[in-house]
């Protein structure tokens, strides 16, 4: 997804020289040949992420469409007053990249888990929340955002995940993608969990149950209509996320559900429980941790199912 | 005094007038930070920013940023004075259902950015600034600072930033009136040597008395004090300055006057020249 990102990124940067990149001293690699490229369109403002948000806010208002970039959760969490102050309110033209979503970079310890990032910038005014679920979305979610649509927070997974989507996608905004469709259940899937929700699905299918795939890369503005139609027309509905249960997809989802009072629906959360994870390990190693595999998750879909 | 001079003290007295008495209407506070700095806001409005209510969308507009947000009645005050909107409106500052919050607020006409939470405006001004560069355009962006916002580290991120990529479209003035939310500086956390802090992280420096209306002017016309250097301007001022009772008292960081309290500062402010 980084590569996709960073792709899509330099694509625009030759074609609107408003659209500026701004790092706070990491991308090694990745955005080096941006910065060589366009260097009146980079700026490196050192490790500094507040200063990252006010000076990207300040170059905004005037007439940059600016995305800035770092890992986790440094370019979100250590700056989130700016966000909400500065971008938000003055519906800035800012794109806060976070490369790492989840447990990208799982064995680099808990300082590195971007596992509360949804919920949180979710809960800010103005705010547009995406997390691709592959490199395609992510390249599609970087062209809408480099636009100038407002404050968007955009949420990628590493380098070298599969591209899961086998042809080209209608890549909307707040309009989730059906990857698969079913008539059991329906897996909503944010971020780069998707390919395990299709592997899931795959596990479910001999079972007898056909599960419905939904990538929801847009959190927010959330497709209220696709989950209502996928609760209807299912019944049951589950969401995934290499996130925190509380607060994410899982609940935003639970809040249209539960405001619709739909009979007979079943819903359920997978996802990381509120803890601190301390167990040391890879992105692969810590999802097996907290269930996250299909293996698990088929397996305890379908004892949910039958219960 | 010069018909001018005359013209910028008078507006500074007005300041004063308006914050006094939008603080005691709406029994809010932050008096003390707005009495300090009406001179500076008078120089600039009047004599230095090449910004008008004809302009505020003008690409090539100077930006003031208010940093210290706190000082919103003033700021209303001198923008209201110089008809960026009705001075009516200063009447129900604060007020519920009313324009005028108690920290500045963007879409107010000519104000440029909201502020209230501290260290995020130079940070904007170097932003602003750094586009000016990029775009070879010709405004100047001015930060208004407080002493106790140099306490956040951001202050200073961006201080190092502006200085390192030679924005000297960029002036940062600090009104140094010594006394924070809790106390003085020097006992809260002593910013001295404060102008060599400024000097170390790459900037011109200058320090001024910033009740002295001809320093002021001079100064900020003199911007940049070095091509490519980011100017800072040090205003030594007094907190409350203009009220006998209300100057360097940490009390009137957050009273209003009403009574006698108010009459008195009312009395004190019309009398001067």
Known sequence: MRTAFIEALTERAAEDPRVMLLVADLGFGVVTDFARRFPKQFLNVGVAEQNLAGVATGLALSGKIVFTYSIANFPILRCLEQLRNDVCYHKANVTSVSVGGGFSYGALGMTHHGTEDLAILRSLPRMKVIAPGDPLEAKAATHAASEGIGPVYLRLGRAGEPTVHSGPIDWQLGRAITVREGTDMTIISTGAMLQTACQTADLLAPQGIAARVISMHTIKPLDEVAILKAAQETGHVVTLEEHSCLGGLGGAVAEVLAEASLPNVRFRRFGIPSEFTKQVGSQEYLREVHGLTPGALAEAMVMKKIA | ?273
């Open chain 2, 1 to 273: 005094m010069s018909e001018t001079q005359e013209t910028v003290r008078s507006l500074a007295k007005r300041i004063r007038l308006h914050a006094t008495r939008m603080i005691h209407t709406a029994k809010s506070s932050h008096l003390g930070s707005n009495l300090s700095m009406a001179e500076l806001m008078a120089v600039l409005y009047k004599r230095i920013l090449n910004v008008s209510p004809e302009t505020i969308d003008d690409p090539d507009r100077d930006r003031l940023i208010l940093s210290k947000g706190h000082a919103a009645a003033g700021y209303y005050a001198v923008l209201a004075e110089c008809g960026f909107f009705p001075l009516e409106w200063l009447d129900d500052f604060y007020v519920d259902g009313a324009r005028l919050a108690g920290h500045a607020t963007r879409g107010i006409p000519g104000i440029e950015v909201s502020s209230g939470a501290l260290g995020h405006g130079l940070a904007m001004g170097a932003g602003m600034a750094l586009a000016g560069k990029r775009d070879e355009a010709p405004y100047r962006v001015f930060a208004l600072l407080s002493d106790g916002e140099c306490d956040e580290g951001s202050t200073w991120e961006a201080a190092m930033l502006a200085a390192h990529h030679g924005l000297d479209n960029l002036v940062a003035i600090i009104d140094y009136n010594k006394i924070q939310a809790l106390g003085h500086t020097r006992d809260v956390v002593d910013l001295e040597p404060f102008a060599d802090k400024w000097t170390a992280f790459g900037w011109a420096v200058r320090e001024i008395n910033g009740h002295n209306l001809e320093e002021i002017e001079t100064t900020l016309s003199s911007v940049p004090f070095e091509t490519g250097r980011p100017s800072c301007v040090i205003a030594h001022t007094v907190k409350g300055k203009g009220v006998s009772f209300m100057e360097d008292e940490l009390l009137w960081h957050y009273r209003n006057p009403q009574g006698e309290e108010y009459e008195r500062a009312l009395a004190e402010l019309e009398g001067q020249a």
